[in-house]
């Protein structure tokens, strides 16, 4: 719209006016950089933000070349444009005409091709969350694991504990039991 309105202006006021307007209501940067960050993760995302300040150079460099060479087009294709047509009145309007139906084009593909990242922020939640989960299942399992093994230290320490209680109580008894067979060899002896 707005550039149609500076393909229409016929004096430096209008024009300005007609920037400013377009300037108001134009925020495609502004989206097209939210949209890349909604289809992007931290693998890819530099990648395509460079894709997108390229394409603006590319809009800066081939813009005012090709408005350039669709300006004035009576004088410059005078079979295709005759004097005296709208574009003989409006010298700009040609170039203002181009992009107006190329932004058209766009526009109608935003709508009916460009898919909604909305799902697409929530699938990225839900898999953050799933993998915050599943981080939180491993360290509960290895949490788990280190218990187990600890009570196992305790088990086997306690088992062992407990079997060398039982080899010093047999060593022990045994002692004890060969102190009274000396002894009844002893008394045996001394009756003899």
């Given at each position: 719209?707005?550039?149609s309105?500076f393909?229409?202006?016929?004096?430096?006021?209008?024009?300005?006016?007609a920037?400013?307007?377009?300037?108001?209501?134009?925020?495609?940067f502004?989206?097209?950089?939210a949209?890349?960050g909604?289809?992007?993760d931290?693998t890819?995302?530099a990648r395509?933000?460079?894709?997108?300040?390229?394409?603006?150079?590319?809009g800066?460099?081939?813009g005012?070349?090709?408005g350039g060479?669709?300006?004035?087009?009576?004088?410059?294709?005078?079979?295709?444009?005759?004097?005296?047509?709208?574009?003989?009145v409006?010298?700009?309007?040609?170039?203002?005409?181009?992009?107006?139906?190329?932004?058209?084009?766009s526009?109608?593909?935003?709508i009916?091709?460009?898919?909604?990242?909305?799902?697409?922020q929530?699938?990225?939640?839900?898999?953050?969350?799933?993998q915050?989960?599943?981080?939180?299942?491993?360290?509960?399992?290895?949490?788990?694991?280190?218990?187990?093994?600890?009570m196992?230290?305790?088990n086997?320490?306690?088992?062992?504990?407990?079997?060398?209680?039982?080899?010093?109580?047999t060593?022990?008894?045994?002692?004890?039991?060969?102190?009274k067979?000396?002894?009844?060899?002893?008394?045996?002896?001394?009756?003899n």
């Amino acid at each position: 719209l707005s550039l149609s309105w500076f393909g229409f202006s016929v004096n430096y006021n209008m024009a300005i006016c007609a920037r400013l307007f377009g300037g108001l209501i134009n925020s495609n940067f502004s989206v097209s950089k939210a949209y890349l960050g909604d289809i992007t993760d931290s693998t890819n995302r530099a990648r395509a933000f460079s894709f997108l300040g390229m394409m603006v150079g590319f809009g800066n460099i081939f813009g005012p070349l090709i408005g350039g060479l669709l300006s004035n087009p009576t004088e410059v294709f005078p079979t295709i444009f005759p004097a005296g047509s709208i574009f003989d009145v409006y010298p700009y309007f040609l170039p203002t005409l181009l992009a107006t139906i190329l932004s058209f084009f766009s526009l109608l593909f935003t709508i009916f091709f460009l898919p909604e990242t909305i799902h697409l922020q929530k699938l990225k939640q839900q898999q953050a969350s799933q993998q915050r989960i599943a981080e939180q299942q491993v360290e509960l399992k290895e949490l788990r694991q280190a218990k187990i093994i600890e009570m196992n230290n305790q088990n086997n320490e306690q088992i062992m504990n407990e079997r060398a209680i039982d080899a010093l109580s047999t060593s022990l008894k045994n002692l004890h039991s060969f102190q009274k067979l000396k002894e009844e060899n002893d008394i045996t002896e001394d009756y003899n």
